[in-house]
């Protein structure tokens, strides 16, 4: 027997003061698109905005259902778009930002299994990683390097 241990190295920054310029136009386009959010269940609102390689920034916002599992997530949103009307642009950032209407948010919330899931698919495709920032309504933003910091180990195309 083995033991192998996994370590992962993100930063984090106390502030918008300390994000580079480009960094904290995205994160604000996340933030007007989570409050365009459709979210009547669970009064959780997330917004994603993604900056490709031509330039182009994409946006998105979780959309929920009453049929629950047919809603889908901001990240989800934004990276399908991007890929059906940019396939061939790679994706360079990606900003989350999260919030409740019950209470107010100031932890960073990254991106739920399934979104790390589909982000991870598209650092495959594209043979480059995506940084990802983070951050609740307020407060700290985290920041990943490539999604395999949020999610070692993960699914590929290489075990089909």
Do not use: H, W
């Not at 309504?137 to 180990?153: D, F, M, Q, R, Y």
Request: aromatic fraction near 8%; hydrophobic fraction near 40%; charged fraction near 20%.
């Amino acid at each position: 027997m083995k033991e192998v241990k996994i370590e992962s190295t993100l930063t984090v920054f106390e502030s918008f003061d300390e994000l580079p310029k480009d960094v904290v136009s995205l994160m604000n386009k996340a933030s007007e698109a989570r409050l365009k959010a459709y979210a009547p269940y669970s009064k959780f609102l997330v917004g994603a905005a993604i900056l490709l390689d031509n330039g182009e920034v994409i946006t998105g916002n979780n959309q929920e259902n009453a049929s629950y599992p047919s809603g889908l997530c901001a990240e989800r949103t934004a990276i399908y778009y991007a890929g059906a009307q940019f396939p061939e642009a790679k994706i360079v950032k990606m900003a989350l930002t999260a919030g409740s209407q019950m209470q107010q948010t100031v932890s960073p919330i990254p991106p739920c299994g399934a979104c790390r899931q589909a982000i991870a698919e598209y650092e495959v495709k594209q043979e480059a990683p995506i940084e990802i920032y983070f951050m609740g309504e307020t407060g700290k933003i985290v920041k990943s390097t490539s999604l395999a910091n949020l999610l070692p180990l993960g699914f590929d195309r290489s075990f089909l």
